[in-house]
């Protein structure tokens, strides 16, 4: 994208371009192919992300960025990938550098990585955590047939630790999720270890969080409730944009995580959006609802949506009687997505009221 503009960059709206929202809501896979220019997105919060993810690193270490020895290799082919993609994708934003051992230049920090040649292992990860917004978990297929979690980058999970999949396998780690086991993981498992590097996919996933911090959420963490104080358009609707791509030389499963934030009260735009939360967490299977975390948001988030349901009803947005499960038809033919995200460099006024407390 040689006419790339960082300063208005967004993400594509994945609730539209993705099956991240689906009524009736149900546990799934739900994955589509992914076009190669898709695999890494970037916006303009681009540089306040790479600072993030410095600090996460700096206090975190090896809870968020470690290998194994099998891994290390895949870490350097990961990393060598990323160098030669980011110049051709983005050339506004990034520079191959003609040094000894190779580099690249990121325009938006300033900073020249060099000699990367060599690089592996926990190494080759930083060197990547200079680059982009995205995270990435690793796997690999053992010789028992099942895929193990095998090292990565993690700084951005909301709600676990790296530390805590490493060396476990695909069905050890989804263990607390609904369904999983019962009724994917034979079918994902089949997908991972079959797929081709030719044949990348993605997906996304969703969840409704207190705060921006990305490493960890508030409401993650065990018995902590939603602060009063906050209102309830600041919350957030966490999507994660999640690529899976298969190292061709080192056969290394790489998945990409990248979290985009998008506050309640930006939500007004999107026609039907509002109403289709609202019957999500009030139809849905309440097992698949708790494990979201929706006891501890709900009471405050749903009367809100009703809120912005009656004004787009006011705006002429939507009559009232759609189906919400059709709220992609609501966006015309040629008209624009609306924003897909809100940018986190600048804190919410939840945030900043809270901090003065």
């Known amino acids: 994208m040689p006419d790339f503009d960082l300063s208005t960059a967004t993400t594509r709206n994945h609730v539209y371009v993705n099956k991240t929202l689906r009524y009736p809501y149900y546990q799934t896979m739900s994955h589509q192919p992914m076009h190669i220019n898709d695999w890494i ?32 290799d895949a870490c350097g082919e990961l990393m060598e990938i990323l160098v030669q993609y980011l110049p051709k ?46 995270d990435f978990l690793m796997a690999r297929e053992r010789d028992d047939g099942q895929v193990y979690f095998t090292g990565g980058l993690v700084a951005f999970p909301g709600f676990y630790l790296l530390s805590d999949k490493l060396n476990k396998s695909v069905r050890e780690i989804h263990q607390p999720v609904p369904y999983f086991n019962e009724k994917l993981s034979l079918s994902v498992e089949r997908t991972l270890k079959r797929f081709k590097p030719d044949e990348p996919f993605e997906r996304t996933s969703w969840g409704i969080v207190d705060d921006s911090d990305l490493h960890w959420h508030n409401i993650a963490t065990h018995d902590a409730s939603v ?30 995580v990248h979290p ?58 939507i009559n009232g009687t759609e189906d919400v499960a059709k709220f992609r038809e609501m966006i015309k033919e040629g008209q624009e997505y609306p924003s897909s995200q809100t940018s986190l460099s600048v804190p919410t006024e939840s945030e900043i009221n809270l901090s003065m407390q």
């Not at 997105?41 to 540089?47: A, F, G, S």
């Not at 209102?231 to 957030?236: A, I, S, T, V």
């Not at 289709?276 to 009471?299: A, C, F, M, R, T």
Request: with cysteine; proline share 5%.
């Open 41 to 72: 997105e970037i916006d303009k919060d681009l540089k306040w992300y790479i600072d993030e993810k410095a600090r996460v690193i700096r206090e975190k270490g090896k809870h968020v960025v470690d290998s194994l020895p099998e891994n290390d």
């Open 89 to 134: 994708r983005y050339p506004t934003l990034f520079e191959r550098l003609d040094c000894e051992g190779g580099g690249i230049w990121n325009k938006v920090t300033q900073e020249r990585l060099t000699g990367l040649e060599g690089k592996k292992g926990v190494d080759a990860l930083l060197a990547c955590s200079r680059l982009v917004e995205d």
């Open 260 to 317: 985009i934030m998008k506050r309640l009260e930006d939500f007004e735009d999107s026609p039907l959006i509002p109403e289709l939360l609202i019957k999500i967490h009030e139809h849905s299977d309440e097992v698949l609802i708790n494990y979201k975390l929706g006891p501890k948001y709900q009471d405050k988030m749903i009367p809100y949506l009703r809120g912005l349901t009656a004004r787009q009803i006011e705006r002429g947005l």
């Open 227 to 256: 602060p009063e104080k906050l209102h309830p358009k600041d919350l957030f609707f966490r999507v994660d944009h999640q690529t899976f791509r298969k190292l061709p030389r080192t056969r290394g499963i790489i998945f990409g």
